[in-house]
């Protein structure tokens, strides 16, 4: 019967090669088996109207081959999951972090070289760049824990067993890292301190091959000084303080949110200023991109001061 | 109408569930003689056990992937079949599932008394 044939080879597609043969014969024999006695049952010969009623009662080809497979197969299972989000956050912020240096490097490199517009060529095939590099840095960190997931579910067998002492601590989001809040407040430091003493710094660019050292602020940008350095102020301050309690408090959130109020005003008044920057419009269109990821941040950090309980 | 659909089709997943236990043991207490597929499925619903074809089938291969089942080729009927049995770890582990059964069943009943 044409129909079964087309069924149990349509299974057999779904099927691993070394089962495909044997299930499809065994197939093939119940499904004449269930036909035949379907046919008994009606008092009629065996016909393909009647063979399309017993497969479509067995179920659709995929269906079928699903159950045929071992259980829970994953690319990445739940046990390596948390582990691999924390890989691809990482390797994005890496990939961000050196992208966005090029990107600069791209932009101020082709304004030394004293054109009036930024090479757009330069700009999009450093943009390429980096959209290939993502792709194939998420494509090995997949590959990587995708054979960790293989030989990991073979060793399952021989794993010691689970203990309640094996259980993680519990997040504590008000709880900072110490570690984070200090290398957070030497950066705010390294930043203060290039911005108000090395101004000339600010900047990289590559001309005929060599790096230069070339600032992107123009003398406009000296205005907004004091009103960034009372940020920076503000916000080391917060950290020490949070540093000090050693959580963060109501009191300590709200100071947080307020400053990203403050933040937020500050890069308003830089995006609708005169121009600040070589490569004015550029370095503005970034800016209103951070501008929104400040907002964002900000109606996030109010939404849980409103609602997270005490 | 909704929610009559989303109750049914609760009770039919909620039923599955139960069930998906229930046949490892029915499946292993009828194939202490050998039975092919379609054999074995007659017999279980003569005895008011109706189960699914593709579900039975796929199920008779992973019992005997777990080494509770073995098979042969019979090549003597009007076409060839598979005969499955149980191993003696399958007799064993019916022994043990059918002894957990009665246990449950017994507080079942006297939980649903």
């Given at each position: 019967m044409e129909v079964i044939d087309r069924y149990v080879h349509a299974i057999g597609e779904h099927l691993p090669w070394n089962l495909r043969a044997d299930v499809e014969a065994e197939l093939r024999s119940l499904l004449l088996d269930s036909l035949e006695e379907r046919a008994r049952a009606e008092q009629r010969p065996p016909d393909p109207l009647l063979a399309e009623a017993v497969i479509r009662e067995f179920g659709a080809p995929e269906e079928v081959a699903k159950r045929y497979l071992p259980q829970d197969q994953y690319l990445i299972g739940p046990r390596l999951f948390p582990a691999y989000q924390l890989a691809v956050k990482i390797a994005l912020i890496v990939i961000a972090a050196a992208s966005g240096g090029l990107f600069i490097a791209a932009i101020v490199g082709s304004a030394a070289g004293h054109r009036?517009?930024?090479?757009?060529?330069?700009?999009?095939?450093?943009?390429?760049?980096v959209a290939t590099g993502v792709f194939i840095n998420l494509a090995l960190v997949t590959l990587v824990f995708a054979i960790i997931e293989r030989v990991q579910a073979r060793r399952m067998a021989t794993a010691p067993a689970w203990s309640p002492a094996m259980l993680p601590p519990v997040k504590d989001p008000d709880?900072?890292?110490?570690?984070?809040?200090?290398?957070?407040?030497?950066?705010?430091?390294?930043?203060?301190?290039?911005?108000?003493?090395?101004?000339?710094?600010?900047?990289?660019?590559?001309?005929?091959?060599?790096v230069h050292l070339t600032s992107f602020l123009l003398p406009a940008f000296a205005a907004y000084l004091p009103l960034m350095n009372a940020f920076w102020a503000s916000d080391f301050a917060l950290h020490l303080i949070v540093l000090r309690q050693g959580r963060w408090r109501r009191e300590t959130r709200a100071a947080e949110l307020a400053l990203g109020l403050y933040g937020a005003v500050i890069l308003y008044l830089v995006i609708t200023g005169p121009p600040l920057f070589r490569v004015d419009f550029l370095v503005k269109a970034i800016?209103?991109?951070?501008?929104?990821l400040v907002l964002i941040g900000s109606g996030t950090r109010l939404y849980r001061l409103l609602t997270r309980r005490p | 109408m909704v929610q009559a659909a989303r109750r049914d089709s609760l009770r039919e997943n909620l039923g599955l569930e139960f069930r998906r236990g229930a046949l490892v043991l029915a499946v292993l207490s009828q194939l202490q003689q050998e039975e092919y597929g379609y054999s074995l499925k007659k017999a279980l619903a003569d005895r008011g056990l109706e189960i699914d074809e593709g579900t039975?089938?796929?199920?008779?291969?992973?019992?005997?992937?777990?080494?509770?089942?073995?098979?042969?080729?019979s090549l003597e009927d009007v076409r060839p079949r598979r005969y499955y049995r149980t191993s003696a770890l399958g007799e064993a582990m019916q022994r043990d599932l059918a002894a957990d059964w009665q246990s449950l069943a017994r507080a079942m009943e006297r939980l649903l008394r």
């Open positions: 009036e517009a930024p090479d757009l060529f330069a700009v999009a095939h450093t943009i390429w760049n709880r900072p890292s110490q570690a984070g809040m200090v290398l957070e407040m030497y950066l705010i430091l390294a930043v203060a301190v290039l911005f108000n003493f090395y101004p000339e710094w600010v900047g990289m660019g590559v001309v005929n091959g060599r800016l209103k991109a951070v501008f929104a | 039975l089938y796929p199920l008779l291969r992973r019992l005997e992937a777990q080494g509770l089942l073995r098979s042969r080729w």
